[in-house]
């Protein structure tokens, strides 16, 4: 369902894309109904998230996958060589065409996975929303093919001007690379007359930052974005991590994803206030928005209050942590997360699966009987202990 607080952000792209939200709204509609009944089945997802590669140019501090705590980078090993072929992904693109969910393309670095344009032209053959989140390093040397793909979406990850960004990344020179290649996109953009792909830059809140966002929009501006959005910072705390592994328990699955997101926040509360208040009161320019649209109150919440999750065991001690955040938990009824080895998950940082891909259709794994199961034990719990830090929680 479309939530209160992403009335806004849904209007701007119903603005935008009005073909694409508009089908998002009847799919999630339907999804809905499908929750109220209870078996655990569900239509096909609206969104599908293909992590084309678990591989990464940058190891950026704050990164759940790559970062200093990051799970991906604790077992590098693990995260080689695990990446479906073209075919594979033609064949699943054949099978959930007449379905038409809208595809992210996501990894790692999705740039890094070799086929990745030809990956867009057949889903745009087939009629598909295709959205591309980048940390925007290999853009210049993509940048024609990536317009001339149909791609609909470029959503790039840029966290401050160039001592910020690059101070965070911890590579100089990075920052003025991503500029050349926003630049080269919006070139081939006037070049072939098109709007398409719109360019969306995606901004992290972290310790490194908050004290900064109110140059941010001037960047978006100079990258000649369409839209900039400020995005809150996934962390945990020890405890909250200790109850997921205990839930996770539950379902025969680890948690060890969240493990990346286990550190201290460093953020003061009331300078992020202030500054997201001057960053978004910057009239011209791109569309500027905050994802979650947390009110003043719920900012506080989700940075100060631990969940202190040591005799968590149902909703109802989960409901007195963050009663107004989040009451419970649509997204695997209606989005999907494929990685690089096939399996298809119904939480990013759950190693739970559905099932493979290369093993069955996506129709049978969307529904198979681990689908089900977990869907039917989430509905009863509502939410996990790290769910008031997952973005999922507050997009449905
Ligand atoms: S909010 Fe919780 S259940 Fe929903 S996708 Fe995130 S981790 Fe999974």
């Not at 952000?9 to 999804?31: E, S």
């Not at 970062?67 to 075919?87: D, F, Q």
């Not at 996506?362 to 034990?377: E, I, K």
Request: proline share 5%.
């Amino acid at each position: 369902m479309i939530q209160k607080r992403n009335l806004r952000r849904f209007l701007l792209k119903t603005f935008r894309q009005p073909g694409y939200a508009l089908g998002v709204a009847r799919k999630r509609a339907l999804a809905y109904l499908m929750y109220l009944g209870g078996s655990g089945r569900s239509r096909l997802p609206e969104s599908l998230t293909l992590f084309l590669t678990h591989r990464c140019n940058l190891q950026c501090k704050m990164c759940g996958q790559w970062g200093e705590a990051g799970v991906t980078r604790k077992n590098p090993a693990g995260a080689s060589g695990k990446e479906l072929s073209l075919e594979t992904y033609r064949r699943l693109l054949e099978e959930i065409g007449p379905y038409k969910p809208n595809i992210t393309l996501f990894g790692g670095e999705p740039l890094l996975y070799p086929h990745a344009v030809e990956l867009i032209e057949q889903i745009k053959r087939k009629k598909m929303h295709c959205l591309m989140i980048t940390n925007g390093a290999l853009l210049s040397g993509c940048a024609q093919k990536l317009v001339e793909s149909g791609l609909d979406e470029l959503n790039v990850s840029l966290d401050g001007d160039r001592s910020v960004h690059d101070g965070i990344r911890g590579m100089p020179g990075l920052f003025e690379k991503i500029m050349a290649g926003l630049q080269a996109i919006a070139e081939h953009k006037s070049r072939l007359g098109l709007a398409r792909p719109l360019v969306h830059l995606q901004c992290t809140i972290n310790s490194g930052n908050f004290m900064y966002l109110d140059v941010v929009p001037a960047v978006a501006r100079r990258a000649r974005a369409d839209a900039l959005t400020f995005h809150h910072l996934i962390h945990l705390d020890r405890s909250e991590l200790e109850a997921q592994e205990r839930l996770c328990a539950q379902l025969g699955c680890s948690g060890a994803g969240w493990q990346g997101f286990v550190f201290g926040h460093g953020i003061d509360v009331g300078v992020l206030k202030e500054q997201l208040g001057r960053a978004s009161a910057q009239a011209a320019g791109p569309a500027i928005d905050v994802y979650p649209a947390f009110s003043p109150e719920e900012i506080d919440r989700y940075y100060n209050i631990s969940g202190n999750y040591s005799e968590y065991n149902s909703y109802s001690s989960y409901s007195n942590y963050c009663k107004s955040i989040g009451a419970r938990c649509l997204s695997p009824w209606i989005a999907g997360y494929l990685f690089p080895g096939g399996d298809l998950r119904p939480c990013l940082n759950l190693d739970y699966s559905f099932g493979n891909i290369g093993e069955q259709p996506l129709r049978a794994v969307w529904n198979s009987p681990s689908a089900r199961r977990f869907r039917r034990f989430l509905k009863v719990q509502r939410l996990f202990p790290a769910c008031a830090r997952c973005t999922e929680l507050y997009r449905y």
